[in-house]
């Protein structure tokens, strides 16, 4: 089965609403070509629905990069994933490591709000991956295993049709240090025997895993070249159209 390359750039809590928006119509403008891929931008919560208006009819999807998992009600500070349906993205990123080590995040929120992306008809982008101490005691197999077994838990094979899953090893990220082939490779033919045992081998095929942790121009060719890498999620590298655009066109030289 092929699957359509995804490369998602996560702004995190970078640029105001005109800063994202000149960002986006940039990236926009030089994605024009770019057919054998998915691009996706997650600027914030408040520049959604102005990156999703300027990017309009291009080839640029846009994403949230978190959501909450009840419909509505008194939760002051949160955004449900209607709302965020209704601002045009169509991905949410759940569960990065940023909000399970800053914001609290379980396996259990994860998974409650996966169940509201998948209600909603947002693509959920599921981010799993272990600590520098975890791998170091050779966890990192366990601790996969709990984040997708337990935040993917009570699902059924059409629940996670748009499923994305990114690898992005805590210690990656943000750092400059990036994962060895090797240890991509490991972890994503890991990931995709996980998925065929707990569910069944289409949805291991046709689920797109991501890598992320430190992806540049320089390393994106190597690590996008790995049979089981379906593309990457990118933090520091998406904030410039320039930059990300290169790591985009990996397969171009
Ligand atoms: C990320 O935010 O998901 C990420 C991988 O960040 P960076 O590319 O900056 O390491």
């Excluded at 070509?33 to 931008?41: A, C, F, G, S, Y």
């Excluded at 997708?148 to 994305?164: E, I, P, T």
């Excluded at 992005?168 to 090797?182: F, Q, R």
Aim: charged letters at 25%; aromatic letters at 8%; one cysteine or more.
């Amino acid at each position: 089965m092929s699957r359509t390359p995804l490369i998602a750039g996560n702004w995190k809590m970078y640029k105001t609403g005109p800063q994202a928006v000149e960002t986006a119509k940039e990236l926009a403008a030089l994605c024009s070509d770019v057919q054998d891929k998915e691009v996706m931008i997650a600027p914030t919560y408040l520049s959604l629905p102005l990156v999703s208006q300027a990017v309009k009819g291009s080839r640029l999807y846009v994403g949230a990069q978190n959501l909450y998992f009840e419909k509505e009600g008194a939760y002051t500070g949160e955004v449900s994933a209607d709302m965020i349906k209704a601002a045009g993205a169509e991905y949410a990123i759940i569960g990065h490591s940023e909000r399970r080590q800053f914001f609290s995040e379980t396996d259990e929120s994860v998974s409650k709000k996966i169940n509201a992306a998948v209600q909603t008809g947002l693509k959920p982008v599921m981010c799993i991956g272990e600590t520098l101490e975890e791998r170091e005691a050779k966890k990192t197999f366990l601790v996969l295993d709990k984040q997708v077994s337990d935040g993917l838990k009570g699902f059924g094979l059409d629940d996670l049709k748009d499923l994305v899953l990114a690898y992005e090893p805590v210690w990656a990220i943000g750092t400059g240090k990036t994962a060895s082939v090797e240890q991509v490779e490991e972890v994503h033919q890991y990931l995709r025997s996980l998925l065929e045992k707990l569910f069944e081998s289409k949805l291991a095929n046709q689920t797109r895993i991501l890598y992320g942790g430190s992806v540049k121009p320089e390393n994106a060719k190597d690590l996008m070249g790995i049979a089981d890498v379906d593309g990457a999620l990118v933090g520091g590298a998406s904030l410039d159209a320039g930059s990300f655009i290169n790591i985009i066109n990996y397969n171009a030289v």
